[in-house]
């Protein structure tokens, strides 16, 4: 199994500003997976991020408004830039082996 | 392209009975795996149970069972002695060769345990 830190756990933003929520593994992992789940909703995958190249976007989502880091093999991060009300979800991390585990989830509300 | 299929929207249980939750998934993959997850109101996704398309046996851990059907292509979960601790969201997923390492997910079912 994995354990997945992630941060923060909950946040409320303005309209307009970015949000960067980060994800720590306590073992180097190949891929690591950015979702998204609207109020509501299932989860939707945002992005594959690999460690040394750019992250792999869904259709629906664009770098400029989903930018995605991976500086290691343990560890990445997911800015969701110029937020709006429909931005407001649940963001979780997710790494794989042959089962698939999440950090807790960022709670994002923007008002 | 994959599809996961849960039909019941919402489940209510007694204490201490055991309930079936429903996943049916539709994949032309030779290849691939099923996954039952627990959502909590707090909104984190905690990992149950997991079956592999070639394991013939179906999995267990602790309560939760995998009812695993190839041919009907279903993979319901069921939990025995159901506790009040148990009432959160459940979701379905599967994972298949061709989709690389992403999840597909069905739309989930509402579990309450009433005492």
């Known amino acids: 199994s994995a354990v997945i830190s992630q941060k ?9 500003t970015s949000l960067t929520i980060q994800c720590q593994v306590d073992s180097q992992v190949t891929m ?5 789940q609207q109020p509501g909703q299932s989860l939707t995958l945002i992005a594959t991020a690999n460690q040394g190249s ?3 976007y869904e259709s629906g989502f664009v770098i400029d408004k989903f930018p995605i880091s991976r500086p290691n093999l343990t560890f990445s991060t997911l800015t969701v830039s110029n937020l709006s009300p429909e931005d407001s979800s649940i963001y979780l991390c997710s ?10 989830g960022t709670r ?4 | 392209a994959q599809k996961i299929t849960q039909t019941q929207p919402g489940m209510f249980v007694q ?12 994949t032309s993959d030779q290849s691939y795996g ?11 996704m905690i990992f149950l149970i997991y079956q592999g398309s070639y394991d013939e046996q179906n999995a267990t851990e602790g309560r939760y069972s995998l009812n695993f059907q190839k041919a009907r292509k279903s993979a319901n979960l069921v939990i ?7 009432s959160a969201m459940y979701f379905c997923a599967m994972r298949g060769e061709t989709s690389g390492s992403r999840l597909t997910f069905g739309e989930g079912t509402q579990l309450t345990v009433n005492p």
Do not use: H, N
């Open chain 1, 8 to 16: 923060p756990s909950r946040d409320i933003c303005q309209r307009g």
């Open chain 1, 32 to 36: 690591m997976f950015w979702y998204r």
């Open chain 1, 54 to 56: 750019e992250a792999t």
């Open chain 1, 95 to 104: 790494v794989e082996y042959t089962e698939a585990f999440f950090g807790q």
């Open chain 1, 108 to 111: 994002l509300t923007v008002v």
């Open chain 2, 15 to 26: 204490e201490k009975e055991a309930v079936t939750l429903d996943c049916t998934y539709d």
């Open chain 2, 34 to 44: 099923l996954f039952w997850y627990k959502q909590p109101s707090s909104g984190e």
């Open chain 2, 80 to 86: 025995s002695a159901s506790q009040l601790g148990d």
